[in-house]
């Protein structure tokens, strides 16, 4: 197995080799079967550097039983050094819109290879105090094959986004630190008032700005397992404050159907940001 994940490393590196033009590509995941399950063995596995992962049929996803078929479910061990590098160069949550090639081999080692196909991760369990990968859970991703899949929003033009460039001036009062002062003055020229001239001192603040309000991270799809998005790119460059995007206006392959039960709301807003009550500055 290290054999391979060598070979694998050289290969995704070169700049010249086709499989460096995908990263679903080149991340060809090499496992080999498991027939005993539980804690023990799977901790075991683990002390060996290597994860324990089961990979379900399409249908073992669906909540009727009558839909579950009995055939395809594969119990393995995948290398934990190729996984931890697989996760480094497709962080969460875009691991989780990403098909991969997998391979299962008769052993560590071996040449014979037992089955392969595409699958999708739709899960990662974790140790909450240490991090470390307990277990990994991948369904079955052939052409043809339909799958529900959360892929992530990201969101582009903001710096061309004129509702985030917008500013409204306010112009605020100078900060009143004496409202008199004593003289010792003659009888006769006492004044009633002083009136001082701030005309000069008066400032404008930026008070008021857009921000982006990002409603939803990401949006659920039945996807074509060979036309899964990695992510979805909303364009913000030309709204102003108070526009927003909503679910119907995101652009994908026709052959993707939106999962939701309202596709007018929002995906993101931009609203305006208020200083209600600046700090003056001291004239």
Not at 70 to 80: C, F, H
Request: some cysteine; charged content about 25%.
């Amino acid at each position: 197995m290290s054999r391979w994940w060598r070979t694998l490393r050289m290969v995704a590196h070169n700049p010249n080799s086709p499989f460096s033009q995908s990263t679903s590509s080149y991340h060809t995941i090499q496992a080999v079967p498991r027939e005993c399950t539980g804690s023990r063995v799977a901790s075991k596995d683990r002390a060996q550097g290597r994860i324990p992962a089961v990979v379900l049929a399409p249908n073992l996803l669906d909540k009727s039983p009558e839909n579950r078929p009995l055939s395809r479910k594969q119990l393995l061990t995948t290398e934990t050094k190729q996984i931890q590098s697989i996760l480094k160069s497709v962080e969460l949550p875009f691991f989780y819109s990403t098909t991969f090639p997998l391979q299962i081999r008769a052993g560590s080692g071996s040449s014979v290879l037992l089955d392969s196909g595409k699958v999708l991760p739709i899960k990662v369990h974790r140790n909450e105090e240490t991090g470390n990968i307990l277990n990994l859970v991948f369904v079955w991703a052939d052409d043809g094959t339909k799958l529900k899949v959360d892929v992530p929003v990201v969101f582009k033009g903001e710096e061309n986004c004129p509702g985030l460039k917008k500013v409204l001036n306010c112009l605020f009062e100078p900060k009143r630190i004496r409202t008199s002062l004593k003289y010792l003055c003659p009888a006769e020229l006492i004044p009633p008032k002083i009136e001082v001239d701030v005309t000069e001192k008066c400032c404008t603040l930026y008070c008021h700005c857009g921000s982006l309000n990002r409603i939803r991270t990401s949006l659920k799809y039945l996807c074509p397992a060979e036309l899964i998005p990695p992510k979805i790119e909303v364009d913000v460059s030309n709204l102003d404050i108070g526009d927003r995007i909503f679910m119907d206006d995101v652009e994908v392959h026709p052959s993707l159907k939106l999962l939701s039960k309202n596709d007018a709301m929002p995906v993101c807003k931009i609203v305006a940001t208020n200083l209600e009550n600046p700090e003056p500055a001291v004239v």
